[in-house]
């Protein structure tokens, strides 16, 4: 969302637009993760009064992408840095 910046100040205009620019840019970071219920250790996922958040759907949690960077974007660098 893009929030409309008065005329009165075009260099900051220009900054933002230039920022949404290279926002756009980015590729996908997982923003939150949903740990499971360590007293529930069969069940993958944690239940909230709203319902159940399983980390693996992708609807509703980022841990799949999350893991796909670390273990296949990222496995040179972790294999290089341990």
Do not use: T
């Not at 620019?21 to 250790?41: A, V």
């Not at 319902?51 to 960077?69: I, Q, S, T």
């Amino acid at each position: 969302m893009v929030l409309p910046i008065p005329n009165a100040f075009p260099q900051v205009r220009s900054v933002a637009i230039n920022a949404n620019r290279k926002m756009s840019e980015i590729p996908y970071l997982p923003l939150s993760i949903i740990s499971p219920d360590m007293y529930e250790p069969d069940v993958i996922g944690r239940k909230f009064p709203w319902g159940f958040a399983d980390p693996m759907n992708v609807e509703h949690c980022d841990f799949v992408r999350l893991k796909e960077a670390v273990f296949a974007e990222w496995r040179g660098e972790l294999r290089e840095a341990s």
